[in-house]
């Protein structure tokens, strides 16, 4: 029951179009959960759900235990949120802007300068504190839409795709931003960028078609998609006149092994493709083969399921082993 | 309490930085000021202000729904609706604050009339109660006018329809009571509906304001329609919550 957000056959219907469809899914305190999708698989509509701005047609979003609908105040005060797009008021300037929300926050006047000193050391936009927001570059505005989020040190940070648009720089330090703030915060982030959701998270949540299609640990995702994983090897037969597809057989009906394909490397050197059979490592017997048999080999690797393969499998429908639960 | 403060604040200091404000306030003083010429500062005319008070009325209906436009539709726009509905403030404090914010920048715009006293009393002698009270039914109208304004701005995105929205309900609650009287001929159920839009439109209940007579019927009637419109505007946001 303590996750922090719990959300239950949340579903939500624009006119005809069903946008989020009986989500199901949790977060439990202090992780950083990584809310992917494609565009358009109700991402964006179920975190505005559970800050408030939209009302879910049916089913139940909790939040540090209060109920999104029925204690909505109690709720927005508990979360730090990020619009997508960060939305901001051009003619304010930085600190002014902080100093405001941070008071909507029900910071104390005499505590909101601190507030907002931290926040802008925190976020580093110490140099532009008395700049106007409308002269804001993009990344500097993300920066203070996260600042901004952070201003009242919130239990829960809710941030729609916070390194959108940014540059790979900015991207590498709003992630390790991101990635301080587990532990003390609990934190949900719905992002794009595959590389950066698995350095900062360590559960994800991955929804398409507004559906949920998986909610577990990355670990253990990858564990569930094992079984298809490949080892490429490099290797050329020399003067043994085994030929390529020789070389499939043989490497196919290795232990361990399920198949295998060849190509063409150039020089003469093949790249052999061999899937593997369950959660096998059959390395050393492909060495040994190789090595019995009188071929050269120059490279063999395992190709571990990337982020990226993880979530285009998933979202393309295939079935995860590890089941729709707590991330 | 503290936060419509905070949020009347921002949007005071948002309005001081807008140059539409600035510019609405400059229009409004110049064509003021000019009937002011024209109507009440005229060799011979009585130390009074009683015809641009008349005036005012109509200037107004064009100039406050261009100061209020930006109101709520503007946040719409450009999406900063979303962080402000989803801190934690009701939407009745943001309401208030957007209404007192507008007006009183539209007391603001308001105060340099003042000068036409200071005129009247330098070459004239006026007689200061109709000019007291006329100035009460300037404050009155122009909260009326900007509610309307603002829930004219809350129901859109775009600046433009919520002034045109804005002017086309002001017109109508301003002017409909004298335009039935002359151009609707007089049969015997006419005159019970017309006595009732008479009731209704503005102009009935803001004249006495500038004859002196301060009557608690009128002072009711626009604080109810003000407060009316406040509603509508609360509602208008709740209804973010349910569609």
């Known amino acids: 029951m303590c996750a922090m957000i719990e959300v239950e056959n949340l579903t939500k219907w624009y006119g005809n179009t069903l946008a989020v469809d009986r989500a199901t899914f949790s977060v439990e305190e202090g992780r950083i959960v990584g809310f992917l999708g494609p565009n358009g698989a109700g991402k964006s509509t179920a975190l505005r759900i559970l800050t408030g701005f939209l009302p879910a047609t049916s089913g139940q979003a909790r939040v540090n235990g209060r109920d999104v609908l029925m204690e909505s105040l109690a709720v927005r005060s508990s979360i730090g949120y990020m619009p997508e797009n960060v939305p901001l008021y051009p003619e304010m300037r930085v600190e002014e802007y902080l100093a405001f929300r941070a008071g909507l926050k029900d910071v104390a006047s005499p505590k909101r300068r601190a507030a907002v000193d931290r926040v802008l050391e925190r976020c580093s936009l110490k140099e532009v504190r008395r700049r106007l927001i409308g002269q804001l570059s993009k990344g500097f505005r993300q920066r203070v839409g996260l600042a901004e989020a952070l201003v009242a040190d919130p239990p829960v940070l809710i941030l729609d795709e916070p390194t959108i648009g940014l540059d790979p720089t900015q991207i590498e330090a709003t992630s390790k931003l991101i990635r301080s703030l587990g532990g003390k915060h609990t934190v949900l982030l719905s992002s794009h960028l595959l590389p950066q959701v698995e350095k900062a998270c360590s559960h994800v949540v991955i929804i398409a078609d507004g559906q949920i299609k998986a909610a577990d640990s990355l670990d253990e995702l990858k564990k569930g998609l094992a079984h298809g994983q490949q080892v490429v090897m490099e290797l050329r037969t020399g003067d043994t006149g085994d030929g390529p597809a020789e070389v499939a057989r043989a490497l196919g009906q290795a232990a361990g092994a399920a198949d295998a394909s060849t190509d063409e490397a150039g020089g003469g050197w093949l790249r052999a493709v061999v899937t593997l059979a369950a959660d096998a490592d059959p390395r050393e017997g492909l060495c040994a083969l190789v090595a019995q048999r009188g071929w050269q080999l120059r490279e063999i690797h395992r190709l571990a399921p990337t982020i990226e393969e993880l979530y285009a499998r998933i979202v393309a429908g295939e079935a995860v082993t590890a089941g729709k639960e707590a991330a | ?243």
Request: aromatic share 12%; no cysteine.
């Open chain 2, 1 to 243: 309490m503290g936060k419509v403060l905070l949020l009347t604040r921002r949007e005071i200091s948002a309005y001081f930085v807008s140059p539409i404000a600035y510019v609405a306030m400059a229009l409004f003083l110049v064509v003021a000021g000019i009937f002011f010429a024209l109507a009440d500062f005229r060799p011979g005319a009585p130390a009074g202000m009683r015809s641009i008070f008349d005036i005012m009325m109509f200037i107004l209906i064009f100039i406050i729904p261009i100061v209020t436009m930006r109101s709520l539709s503007e946040e719409q726009r450009s999406g900063t609706i979303e962080t402000l509905l989803t801190a934690p403030v009701t939407d009745i404090q943001v309401v208030v604050a957007k209404f007192l914010g507008s007006w009183i920048f539209y007391l603001a715009m308001l105060a340099p009339t003042l000068i036409y006293v200071v005129l009247l009393a330098a070459f004239g002698n006026p007689e200061y109660g109709p000019v007291a009270s006329g100035y009460l039914g300037l404050v009155l109208l122009g909260a009326l006018y900007v509610s309307i304004g603002l829930l004219a701005s809350s129901v859109t995105e775009n600046q433009v329809i919520a002034a045109v929205t804005a002017f086309v309900i002001l017109i109508v609650l301003a002017m409909l009571g004298p335009w039935i009287a002359t151009v609707v001929p007089s049969r015997w159920w006419i005159i019970g509906v017309r006595a009732i839009i008479q009731q209704a439109t503005v102009r009935t209940h803001y004249q006495d304001f500038s004859q002196g007579v301060v009557d608690l019927v009128h002072v009711i009637y626009f604080v109810a329609l003000t407060a009316y419109a406040l509603f509508l505007t609360v509602k208008v946001l709740e209804s973010r919550r349910w569609r």
